[in-house]
């Protein structure tokens, strides 16, 4: 009798999303070792999600170069400024306004 894990099927890219973090770069296999644990997925499975993550432009590949080697990537959720928020674009003026009123 053979005896098989039991994975989800239907977890979606959006729901593996949670997995990264805004300030903090995980590897791909750090991903998916988190994508395992806390969805029961399989590798295979977890990279196409990171995949069709990074599409859409969810997640950020951050690349290091390594002497000798292939560059390091390392993944990176980016923020989604909806419209209530609004970007801070530093210009000098805005930049002298926060200066002055410390």
Known sequence: MEVRAKTKKNVKPED????MLFDDPISRIEFCDLAKEKHQIGRDRANDRLDRLITPGK???????RK????????????????QEKPLVLTRSNLE???SSD
């Open 59 to 65: 997640i950020s590949v951050l690349t290091s170069p």
């Open 16 to 19: 593996l999303i949670e997995l």
């Open 97 to 99: 306004r926060r200066v």
């Open 68 to 83: 000798g080697l292939r560059p390091e990537n390392k993944y990176v959720r980016n923020r989604v400024i909806t419209n």
